[in-house]
């Protein structure tokens, strides 16, 4: 059990965690700090956390776990301002969707004390943002994906291996590269489309009066482009070099298929609309199976 859990970022998935960790006994205490003074205020009248805290710096005091529920791009800063209270024996976490410049952040923010941090990505989440939502259950079955630096200390990972497991997670490690390259594929990606296609509707005439006949296959396509954009925003440009790459393999394909349309090759159409067919039922009917270039844990 940890003695206390300094909270940075008091929203969505630093609640949750907060909120689970509780709900599994292994924390005593939560002391958190906000950007914003009525989200603090608010994760206390929730329960989330036990004590508001004025500053990442004093939310960090004291504690012996660490997790960091901020922008990515804040990552640098927020290191920084709580450096010289690492102690070898603290354990410090993030939850960012991208983790080669998370890992550049740590790199740069912590410097000598860089063994205490275990980037790590739990591929959970929920259309809507902020702290109302956080839910001690979030995390059950999910994924979550750890990339040690060359220099994060064994007992740290360990430990993080350990907390993500009682939370009820699947744990895997990779390279903070590969972990890119892959959720550029499985979820970056996905985001950009959605988006592009709700912008593609909006942009034509009629554009209520079609939306209003979109059935739930639409809906479905679309979900997840009522994501919160600041954060889709930072996630696309930190990561644009793989999600550029995986824009150009998905034009390829989509420009295989309307080749195909333009020929009427109608027997040509079927059989890549059969592969990718008996692939989605296949992924779908696997039991928790472990994502590509997943190292199980």
């Given at each position: 059990m940890?003695?206390q859990l300094?909270?940075?970022?008091c ?12 709900k ?16 603090t205020?608010?994760a206390?009248?929730?329960?989330v956390?036990?004590?508001e805290?004025?500053s990442?710096?004093?939310?960090a005091?004291?504690?012996d776990?660490v997790?960091l529920a ?13 450096k ?12 960012g969707?991208?983790k ?17 941090f ?5 591929i ?12 001690a ?5 999910s994924h ?7 220099r994060?200390?064994?007992v740290q ?5 350990q907390?993500w497991?009682?939370l ?5 490690s990779?390279?903070?590269e590969?972990?890119?390259a892959?959720?550029?594929t499985?979820?970056h ?6 988006f592009?296609?709700m912008?593609?509707v ?7 009066a ?8 639409f809906?479905d396509f679309?979900r997840i482009?009522a ?8 996630i696309?440009l930190?990561n ?12 390829q394909?989509?420009?295989?298929l309307?080749?195909l349309?333009?020929?009427?090759d109608g027997?040509?159409?079927q ?6 067919s008996?692939a989605r039922a296949?992924?779908?009917?696997g039991?928790r199976?472990?994502?590509?270039d997943?190292?199980?844990?």
């Amino acid at each position: 059990m940890f003695e206390q859990l300094g909270l940075i970022g008091c929203g969505l998935m630093g609640g949750s965690f907060a909120l689970a960790l509780k709900k599994a006994g292994l924390v005593k205490r939560v002391v958190g700090y906000s950007k914003s003074p009525s989200t603090t205020e608010r994760a206390r009248q929730l329960g989330v956390i036990d004590v508001e805290a004025p500053s990442a710096l004093l939310a960090a005091a004291g504690a012996d776990i660490v997790l960091l529920a901020v922008p990515v791009a804040a990552t640098e800063a927020t290191l920084k301002s709580i450096k010289h209270l690492v102690t070898p024996g603290m354990l410090i976490m993030d939850v960012g969707s991208t983790k080669t410049d998370v890992v550049q952040a740590a790199r740069s923010g912590l410097r000598d004390r860089i063994g205490s941090f275990v980037p790590a990505h739990p591929i959970t989440g929920k259309e809507v943002a902020g702290v109302e939502h956080a839910d001690a259950n979030l995390y059950v079955g999910s994924h979550v994906v750890l990339t040690p630096t060359e220099r994060t200390l064994t007992v740290q990972l360990e430990q993080a291996r350990q907390i993500w497991q009682a939370l009820g997670c699947e744990v895997h490690s990779m390279s903070p590269e590969a972990h890119d390259a892959t959720l550029a594929t499985v979820s970056h990606l996905p985001h950009l489309l959605a988006f592009a296609m709700m912008q593609s509707v909006l942009s034509q005439p009629g554009a209520d009066a079609t939306l209003a006949l979109a059935g739930p296959g639409f809906r479905d396509f679309t979900r997840i482009a009522a994501s919160n954009p600041q954060i889709w925003r930072d996630i696309l440009l930190a990561n644009r070099e793989q999600v550029l790459a995986q824009s150009r393999q998905f034009r390829q394909a989509l420009e295989n298929l309307e080749e195909l349309i333009l020929q009427g090759d109608g027997q040509g159409l079927q059989d890549r609309i059969t592969l990718a067919s008996a692939a989605r039922a296949h992924w779908r009917q696997g039991p928790r199976a472990t994502p590509p270039d997943f190292q199980g844990a």
